[in-house]
């Protein structure tokens, strides 16, 4: 098993519809990021969420770490195709605090 | 997005060329580092320069070698690669290395082993 599980891999949405995109590490987390990538190009930093029940937003994409289970969940409202793409979240972890581990990443696709 | 600049942006090479990849952060960090990610897997860190001293190498194998020769600018030199090189290396920057400083990323460079 990975040490950074995204779930789902895959997610194919109707426009509008809501969403939600999770993220479980195995070890003890210090900081998580939520990236995203269009197919083939680099990560564009979304938001960083460093302490337990910590939520932020950036437009219509939401982000919270629960601290206890080592997770976080990313959700979009209303989605758009503009929203399509690789969500990738990484982390920062007990044993490797100086290295940034990286989830397999979950494939949006948002059908008009 | 313009903070972290990578080229070629694509690469086609036989296996016994030798080419090299560049990456140039215009965001006044101290941290640069190079990844790989290949299909279906995780982005793998390969290596990590902090004040232009390499801190990290994730057991690369010798065919890749980097050079940091100032806070700005890192290369990728690439010799005698092998089909299974291929993939998208991306190059990334932050303020400190370690800690939870947020690393932000160039385009990347796709490359292709023949």
């Known amino acids: 098993s990975q040490e950074l599980e995204q779930s789902p891999q895959s997610l194919i949405v109707q426009e509008g519809k809501n969403l939600t995109i999770n993220c479980t590490s195995s070890k003890t987390l210090y900081g998580l990021y939520w990236y995203k990538q269009k197919y083939g190009e680099g990560l564009i930093f979304l938001m960083m969420?460093?302490?337990?029940?910590e939520e932020k937003s950036h437009e219509k994409i939401t982000a919270k770490l629960d601290e206890k289970k080592q997770q976080s969940s990313l959700h979009i409202t209303a989605s758009q195709p503009s929203h399509a793409g690789i969500y990738l979240c990484g982390a920062v972890r007990s044993g490797s605090a100086r290295q940034l581990t990286f989830g397999s990443g979950t494939q949006l696709t948002v059908l008009p | 997005e313009t903070g972290v600049t990578q080229t070629p942006r694509h690469l086609v090479m036989g296996m016994t060329n030798k080419k090299s990849l560049k990456c140039e952060q215009h965001l006044g960090h101290n941290a640069m580092y190079w990844y790989k990610q290949s299909a279906k897997k995780p982005l793998e860190l390969m290596f990590v320069?902090?004040?232009?001293?390499?801190?990290e190498n994730n057991s690369v194998p010798s065919r890749f070698s980097p050079e940091c020769p100032n806070s700005s600018h890192l290369f990728l030199h690439l010799h005698t690669l092998q089909p299974e090189d291929s993939a998208l290396y991306l190059c990334a920057s932050s303020r400190v290395f370690g800690g939870t400083d947020t690393q932000y990323f160039g385009p990347g460079t796709r490359l292709t082993v023949l």
């Open positions: 320069y902090s004040l232009e001293e390499r801190v």
């Open positions: 969420l460093q302490k337990g029940g």
